[in-house]
């Protein structure tokens, strides 16, 4: 969800555009706030009506996030249960009853649409990002992309990466912006009320390697193939995919950490410690793992021996003893209590933090907390984060794991197997929200083995 401070639109209500043209006057923080009721609907295309000719996209579009922005059932729930009560009653995030909509649904926040209908209603609401929200965008304003501080011109001009294009419906005119990863940070980073970045995968990208070498977003989530821009265009050896793959499309979570494991001898006595090292190396992701709404993904690495009969014992992290580890160290403790206080549930302890299925995994996280200084999964709720466990580009992080092996354990090869999962949302708050399973299904990213040999 993304934020917006109802304190500052009052003090731009007077200058709010009432044409949907680039706005002119000073960004000021919250970014997007000028945009809020600067519109209609009716200033944009239909996806449908684009489909016609960009039959590929379009299909490609519905298949991805961007279709699904509004309609997405965690994003649902999260906004009419949790989001706009807690603008309600409190003024302080009273703007995310708009602000969400900024990137979720551009089209009900230009048309000043707050709260829009819900997506059982099959308002144009439902478009979520839509090709003719992406195709005007003009650029952004300020020093950084962020909080949907986009600038756009809907009309017949539709912007992309080609220049002397031509259409039959629109003009189409070449765009650099089009072309930059900071149109995907206008809404790929985030800053909460409390001033606190609780989204930063466009500025992890421009941090990390892959911007020094010119390796951008689209790059990645819109792959080049050679295809046909539209039905009437002959075919080209580098047409962008709208693809939009990421942490929602299990094969492109699938290897992207790669897993290397081996123990510090082969022959072990019962009775003696042995210390497995495994090797989690992010070569995939452009970004941090996980990125964006990093306060409800979870990456966890499981590390379980067999013994010679098949007898599986979990071996739990070897602790590193940095400040705010046991927040990266799987555990049931209570969490989320911001959640009862938002739904008024007097009663309400908190939820498992983790609810995974051992305790005493290695978690690579970042954790979120609520002004109270408890953890949330509420974006904008949150004022202070904790120590940052996430896997960066190319960055490899090494957990040991130390075993005293049992006196009793059978002679024979031990064989030890390690696995990194990711799951889009923590099971307990999911199930207590009443969201689609599906939303918690955990994926298996990578999984590795190695061996010794018990001998007496």
């Known amino acids: 969800m993304m934020n917006y401070d109802a304190s500052y639109r009052n003090a731009f209500r007077w200058i709010i555009l009432l044409t949907i043209a680039a706005p002119v006057f000073v960004f000021s923080q919250p970014a997007g706030d000028e945009l809020l009721g600067s519109g209609s609907y009716d200033d944009f295309e239909k996806p449908k009506a684009c489909g016609s000719c960009h039959t590929d996209f379009y299909m490609q579009w519905q298949q991805a996030m961007m279709s699904q922005a509004y309609t997405h059932a965690w994003d649902e729930i999260e906004y009419f249960k949790l989001a706009v009560p807690h603008a309600e009653k409190d003024e302080k995030v009273a703007g ?13 926040f230009i048309a000043g649409d707050i709260p ?27 020093e950084e992309p962020f909080n949907f501080n986009f600038t756009i011109k809907p009309g017949r001009v539709k912007l992309g990466n080609r220049e002397g294009t031509t259409s039959p419906h629109h003009e189409t005119k070449q765009s650099e912006f089009t072309m930059s990863p900071d149109m995907c940070g206008t809404c790929h980073n985030e800053k909460s009320p409390y001033g606190v970045w609780v989204k930063s995968t466009q500025r992890e990208w421009k941090a990390g390697p892959y911007a020094t070498e010119g390796v951008r977003c689209q790059d990645c989530h819109m792959p080049k193939a050679e295809a046909k821009n539209a039905i009437l265009s002959k075919p080209r050896k580098d047409v962008a995919q709208h693809l939009f793959h990421g942490a929602h499309s299990p094969s492109k979570l699938r290897g992207a950490v790669e897993l290397r494991m081996h123990p510090d001898r082969r022959d072990v006595e019962p009775g003696e410690p042995v210390v497995i090292s495994v090797q989690a190396f992010n070569h995939k992701a452009g970004h941090k793992i996980p990125s964006g709404s990093a306060e409800e993904r979870q990456l966890w690495l499981t590390v379980i021996a067999y013994d010679a009969n098949g007898k599986a014992y979990h071996l739990p992290v070897d602790k590193k003893d940095f400040p705010g580890e046991e927040y ?11 959640i009862g206080e938002i739904m008024d549930l007097p009663d309400f302890k908190g939820l ?3 609810a995974l299925p051992y305790e005493g995994d290695r978690v690579f996280r970042l954790p979120y907390f609520d002004p109270k200084g408890r953890m949330t999964i509420a974006q904008w709720n949150t004022a202070s984060l ?5 896997i960066g580009p190319r960055e490899t992080k090494i957990e040991t794991y130390t075993w005293n092996v049992p006196e009793d354990i059978p002679e024979g090869k031990v064989k030890v197997v390690a696995e990194i999962h990711y799951r889009r949302l923590v099971k307990s708050v999911g199930e207590f929200l009443s969201v689609p399973a599906k939303e918690m299904e955990p994926v298996l990213v990578n999984r590795t083995e190695t061996w010794f040999e018990i001998v007496d």
Request: charged letters at 20%; proline letters at 8%.
């Open 96 to 108: 995310v009853k708009a602000g969400c909509n900024g990137c979720h649904t551009p089209l009900a």
């Open 116 to 142: 829009p209908p819900k997506p059982s209603e099959n308002s144009r609401a439902n478009e979520g990002v839509s090709c003719d929200v992406c195709h005007t965008i003009t650029g952004f304003k300020g």
């Open 328 to 338: 990266t160290i799987s555990s049931n403790v209570l969490a989320y209590q911001d």
């Open 352 to 354: 498992p933090r983790d």
């Open 386 to 390: 904790g120590t940052d466990y996430r």
